[in-house]
Structures are given as C-alpha cells and as structure tokens.
C-alpha cells in the first residue's frame, strides 16, 4: 500500500519561510516522478513544483526563485522549500508520487492528504 505523509504545514507571516516534507512509501522512490501541488479554496488544484526521476526539476512561475524541491531517495523523502511566503500561497499542499510499486509493475499516480499553509500577519 502506497502511503505519502505530508509534513511541515502551518501559520507563518508574509515574507517568512516553511519546508514541506513528504515521506513515501510502498513505491519504488527513486523511479518515481515527485511534484508539490496545492488548492486554493474554491479553485482548481494546480501543480507548484515538480521533482522528475532524471534529476530535473520545473516550478510554476508564481513560485520560481522563491520555492525549492529537492529529494532524497535514501530517506524516500522529498521537500519544498519556501521562501519569501505571499498571502497568495496560502492553500492546501498536496505531494504526488507517479512510479511503480514493484519493478514488475506500471506507473501510478498517488497522493498525500494534504498540509495546510497559511500565509498571514
């Protein structure tokens, strides 16, 4: 069973920083795509940066400069860094795993139940 813990959420000011952490496991980590995505209420649930098992890595323009995703597959972990914190990031964050749970297996899409960010003074 495919299970991804999200950690690090909370209350912080404008211009603050947080890290997000999202531990998987029940997936083969290191041949997983890992992204960062969020839902604001009442809007869609859009993807804020995204970790590919070939060492890239792509963030939304909103966030560029500011946020870092980075992974560790020795701990199955992969982190948001947040920088510079906006009102306007305050959402829901939600991490996503796109990988294999076995090496005989295909590709599946799986999600955390989400952190909760809020950005506010």
């Known amino acids: 069973q495919v299970q991804l813990v999200e950690s690090g959420g909370g209350l912080v000011q404008p211009g603050g920083s947080l890290r997000l952490s999202c531990k998987a496991s029940g997936i083969i980590f290191s041949m997983s795509d890992m992204g960062w995505y969020r839902q604001a209420p009442g809007k869609q649930r859009d993807s804020v940066a995204l970790?590919?098992?070939?060492?890239?890595?792509t963030s939304r323009d909103s966030v560029s400069g500011r946020f870092t995703i980075s992974r560790d597959n020795t701990q199955n972990t992969v982190y948001l860094q947040m920088e510079s914190l906006k009102p306007e990031d305050t959402a829901v964050y939600y991490c996503k795993a796109t990988g294999p749970t076995s090496r005989d297996s295909g590709y599946s899409e799986y999600w955390g139940q989400g952190t909760q960010v809020t950005v506010s003074s």
């Open positions: 970790s590919f098992l070939d060492g890239r890595t």
